[in-house]
Nanobody, 122 residues
Framework: QVQLVESGGGLVQAGGSLRLSCAAS????????MGWFRQAPGKEREFVAA????????DYADSVKGRFTISRDNAKPTGYLQMNSLKAEDTAVYYC???????????????WGQGALVTVSS
């Protein structure tokens, strides 16, 4: 089945940038939609961003619009989340996810990565 491996997490100062990568393996049929979610300490998991196969459809949480950019390279295949102007409130474990064409941009994902910790210091 599909496997997702994340990398790029770490510690960064507020105002800095970081890029997360999500290397995927498995059939493209199961990776029509790719998304990113995060879970901060003591909080529920929340949606961050998502993108469809051709990249023509994207969606972002209001809290990250204008700061984060989601993209994907279907040849590798790998998903990316570019995070700029990071804030302390962005501190969380970030998870990448993949789903079939039946999935919507915000739910219905079938596969999940192990998570990457992002810590933003103020």
């Amino acid at each position: 089945q599909v496997q997702l491996v994340e990398s790029g997490g770490g510690l960064v100062q507020a105002g800095g940038s970081l890029r997360l990568s999500c290397a995927a393996s498995g059939g493209f049929v199961s990776m029509y939609t790719m998304g990113w979610f995060r879970q901060a300490p003591g909080k529920e998991r929340e949606f961050v961003a998502a993108i469809t196969w051709r990249g023509g459809s994207t969606d972002y949480a209001d809290s990250v619009k204008g700061r984060f950019t989601i993209s994907r390279d279907n040849a590798k295949p790998t998903g990316y989340l570019q995070m700029n102007s990071l804030k302390a409130e962005d501190t969380a474990v970030y998870y990448c996810a993949a789903g079939s064409i039946r999935a919507t941009l915000r739910h219905g994902y079938d596969y999940w990565g192990q998570g990457a910790l992002v810590t933003v210091s103020s």
